[in-house]
């Protein structure tokens, strides 16, 4: 309920949760270069796979390929 008030208070239209900051921080750590195992570690996945479709990692590596591909 805080964060939902803090949104609203910033005037922001938003659906922000917990679980949005929960996610949010292990994409940035993950930018930030911590291992992927302490990742998994912190929210307890079984594999790597587990951990990267739930921070969508395999869709920015895709984007990354085609946005540095020159032509």
């Given at each position: 309920?805080?964060?939902?008030e803090?949104?609203?208070?910033?005037?922001?239209?938003?659906?922000?949760?917990?679980?949005?900051?929960?996610?949010?921080?292990?994409?940035?750590?993950?930018?930030?270069?911590?291992?992927p195992?302490?990742?998994?570690?912190i929210?307890n996945?079984?594999?790597?796979?587990?951990?990267k479709?739930?921070?969508?990692?395999?869709?920015?590596?895709?984007?990354?390929?085609?946005?540095?591909?020159p032509?």
């Amino acid at each position: 309920m805080i964060i939902k008030e803090a949104v609203n208070d910033l005037g922001m239209d938003y659906n922000i949760s917990c679980h949005s900051l929960r996610k949010t921080f292990g994409y940035q750590a993950w930018k930030n270069g911590v291992q992927p195992a302490l990742l998994m570690s912190i929210y307890n996945h079984s594999s790597y796979e587990i951990t990267k479709r739930y921070l969508c990692i395999d869709q920015d590596e895709r984007d990354t390929v085609f946005l540095n591909m020159p032509l």
